[in-house]
C-alpha cells in the first residue's frame, strides 16, 4: 500500500497539468495544495457541536469561491440565525444556502 502511494504520488509529481501546482512539504509530510474552487459544498453540523463543526467546513469553503449548502440541524438551528443573516447582507444570493429539517426524511 506505502509502495502504491509512493508510485502515484510520483505520477502525480511528474504530470504536467499537475506539477504546477503548489507542493508543501513539512517533516516527511508531502501535501497538494491547490487553491480552486470546486464548485458546490455542502456544510453539515451536528446538534450537539453546531458552530465549530458547521463553520469549520464552512468559511473555508466560501474563501475558496465555492458556493455553499449548510445544512443546519433541528435541535440548535437557531444558533445559525445571526449568521445567516449576516451572510445574507454581505453575500451575492445565492452564494451561501441553507436547508433544515430531520436527516432521515
Not at 449548502?69 to 444558533?79: L, Y
Amino acid at each position: 500500500t506505502v509502495k502504491f502511494a509512493m508510485s502515484v504520488m510520483e505520477v502525480i509529481q511528474t504530470d504536467s497539468d499537475i506539477a504546477n501546482d503548489s507542493w508543501q512539504t513539512m517533516g516527511s509530510t508531502k501535501a497538494l495544495v491547490r487553491r480552486a474552487a470546486l464548485g458546490i459544498i455542502l456544510c453539515m453540523g451536528p446538534y450537539n457541536y453546531p458552530i465549530n463543526e458547521t463553520y469549520a467546513t464552512l468559511i473555508p469553503a466560501l474563501l475558496m469561491g465555492n458556493i455553499c449548502i449548510m445544512k443546519i440541524p433541528s435541535v440548535g438551528g437557531a444558533a445559525h440565525l445571526l449568521t445567516m443573516q449576516a451572510f445574507h447582507k454581505v453575500l451575492p444570493k445565492g452564494t451561501v444556502n441553507f436547508v433544515a429539517g430531520p436527516g432521515r426524511s
